[in-house]
């Protein structure tokens, strides 16, 4: 018995039930449900400004640092309501991690960024942080570039080093669910490939999900994927069923180019 | 042809009126003029104070009527034919005045004689005359003897060091005393007090004039060398006098002790002119002031100056960048917050003497005579905080400058990325630990902006500290050797103060003059000093922090 709930918890990682989210007095979300699997890439699609962001931070709570947002429904983590009044936001993030569409490195050294999480959370030791910092590193295919000038200002990284440096940060946590908000929009077609090469080095290990405009990319990297319009989910299947024979219409309009 | 011109012009026309050529004009006219009265104004004072410790040539001015006026030339006027010469013929404990007008009609002959002698003097200023002798107890040597003025160099060198020493020692035997002067306090406070009467305090007393007995005569014992030596410096300093002849054809005489300086200006090549120039202006960081303030240094009133400034940052600074982190990061935007940073703004612009007025009335009088109360009730009347001195001074100019701070770091806290912000908050940093490490060191240059910003309107405020703590004159620096050290209930003195009490407050202000330029200019530097530390550091900072807002 005890061995069945533990699966079935196994077998959600993210499950999102009857959804609203307001900005102020805009609803941008609409009942939205879904389950998102663990140890697989989720790929959110859709046309600019129908919601993806806001679902994903909805997922890790940075909605609230905004003013006047409202959420109702429920979001289950692993089976814990993280809305559940007494979560510790903290505790939370540490488990949800995000990379932002810009990558935005600290003005610290390369160290000193990917040992913020760690040292929030109160690890002082040096030997310690110097593992977890080679381990995020290496897990983010960044070590053999910088592991000469880990001194150095991150700021002095390129773009796509950046972006990977901020992707290394996040996995510096340990988090069991990666959040990436268009985390290659920005950047140029060789480091979007490492970008994604990363990605699919760490499905093994843990639950990813991804807002990208690239289509080809959503194909390529995601075992699932979502699409929405206007604020609510139109379709989430399985990559291929979604790419292929799609079942709604405008699901079918978007990937073939038709609007968006 | 004509056509087309009339098109060219129109189209000049219409591109000067829409790219706003005019408005261009009149915007870079008004940052000219606003850059020539800035040099203009560091012209003028740099003009006028600089040359204030160079050697002038003394000229010697022979009139009409025989007599003749010696002293540098300092002015001259001209009116149609006639035309006058100001010269500043000094000697002022026998003219009365320093400087004298002459018609130029009246003048037979000028010149420059090369054994014309300058000695400036630790009281009445300069003398100018002809040296007539020197004179060591009862031995004259007159002034045609070979290696005269080398002599007189020697022995002033001497005389001075003697005095020099004798400061020192007199401080050493003021200082023994001290603990003697203590038990004398304490006793006088018995006696006079209203135990006086009861007999346990007649046997205290008693015990305490044994005790002072005692160490007045281990005391004596022990000053006996540097009270002999004390004379026998005395006597050496008082070795010696010259003789000199003036313009009047009565002769003065001046023990050297009293001569802070003996030269013949008409005999120096530039480059000794350029070595007393830059002796004088040492001694002028270096020393302190003599005869009101009008000559001698301002050492004291650099120390307090700085000193002020720094507690002032020390202060405004904390309060400041906590003031605006509550505003900007904790408080909920509305009318309450609207209605602070309003007043936060006005505040700024409250002029000083209130702010002066204000820390007199609860600096001074209410948390300074509370103090008194408390802790050195012992002493009272006589105040110890009750009464203005540097950190009350320090604190009204921190309240006054405050809201610079705040408003600077609010814009500072404004530009912060939120980009960094949410990056840290993703990672699972606390608000408090986000702003701590994140959004602060971020802030910096802005708050580094607002420290730079108090710091030029603290250092040039005037009107404030008079009635919180600055004197014309102090004995003693707000720092010093004798425990603890830090004296931050000593009254000080300030370069700003300085510049008003030296040029309008002296028995002298014509020949002060040039000693307020001189101050002026200084103040005007050392702000800037002050402000480029700032800026280095700011700069420092935001090369770290470059392309943070990508
Ligand atoms: N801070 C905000 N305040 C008010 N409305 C917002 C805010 N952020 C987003 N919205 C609105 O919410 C809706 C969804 O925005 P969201 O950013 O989630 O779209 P998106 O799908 O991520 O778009 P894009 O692909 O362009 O990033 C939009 O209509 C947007 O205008
Ligand atoms: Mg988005």
Known sequence: MEQTVVNELDAVAVHVRNLDFYYGQVQALFGINMNIKPRQVTAFIGPSGCGKSTLLRCFNRMNEVLLGTRIAGDILIHGSDIYREGTRL????????????????????????????PRMRGLREKAQLEGIVERSLKQADLWQEVKDRLNRSALDLSGGQQQRLCIARALANEPEIILMDEPASALDPIS??????????????YTIVIVTHNLQQAARCSDYTAFFYLGKLVEMDATAKIFQTPTQKRTEDYISGKFG | MPVSENKGYREFRRGFWAEGVPFIWISGITVLLLIGMIAGLIGIIVASGAGNFWPANVAKLTLKDGSYLLGPVTDREEEGAAARTQVKIANRDVFG??????????????????????????????????ILSFKEGDTVTPATSAGFFDMVAAKHRQVSEAREEMKSVQER???????????????????????????????????????????????????????????????????????????????????????????????????SKAAYYAGKAVSFLVDWPRESNTEGGVYPAIFGTVMMVFLMVIICTPLGVMTALYMHEYAKPGPALSAVRMAVNNLAGVPSIVFGIFGLGFFVYFVGGGLDALFFADKLPEPTFGTGGILWASLTLALLTVPVVVVSTLEGLAAVPRANREGSLALGA???????????????????????????????????????????LVSELPVDASWPFFHLDRKF?????????????????????????????????????????????????RNKYRGSAL
């Open chain 2, 493 to 541: 003195m300030h370069l700003g103060f300085h510049i008003y009490d030296v040029g309008f407050q002296s028995p002298n202000v014509e020949a002060a003059k040039p000693m307020v330029y001189t101050t002026t200019g200084l103040l005007l530097l050392i702000v800037v000093a002050l402000n480029l530390v700032a800026i280095v550091l700011r700069n420092k900072l």
């Open chain 2, 430 to 472: 606390s608000k408090f630990q986000t702003i701590w490490n994140v959004v602060l060191p971020n802030a910096m240059p802005g708050i580094l902006t607002g420290v730079i910003l108090a710091i030029s309107r603290a250092a040039g405020e005037v009107a404030p500290l008079m009635i919180t703590g600055v004197v014309k």
């Open chain 1, 192 to 205: 979007t490939a490492k970008i994604e090469e990363t990605i699919q080095e760490l499905r093994t290990n």
């Open chain 2, 97 to 130: 005045l320093d400087f004298k007008w002459v018609d130029d009609s009246e003048i037979v002959k000028t010149e420059y004689p090369a054994d014309a002698a300058v000695i400036e003097r630790m009281e009445y200023g300069h003398l100018q005359g002809f």
């Open chain 2, 173 to 271: 035997i003021t200082h023994e005393r001290r603990s003697l002067t203590e038990i004398e306090i304490a006793m006088r406070k018995l006696s006079s007090g209203p135990a006086s009467d009861l007999p346990e305090t007649k046997v205290r007393l008693d015990e305490m004039q044994k005790q002072f007995d005692a160490k007045s005569e281990t005391l004596a014992a022990s000053l006996q060398g540097p009270e002999r030596e004390l004379e026998r410096l005395e006597a050496l300093a008082a070795c010696c006098e010259v003789e000199v002849a003036i313009s009047d054809g009565s002769t003065k005489t001046v023990p050297l002790m009293n001569a802070v300086d003996i030269y013949r200006p008409n005999g120096m090549g530039p480059f």
């Open chain 1, 90 to 117: 903290e505790s939370l993030r540490k488990r949800v991690g995000m990379v932002f569409q810009k990558s935005n490195p600290f003005p610290m050294t390369i160290f000193e960024n990917i040992a913020f999480g």
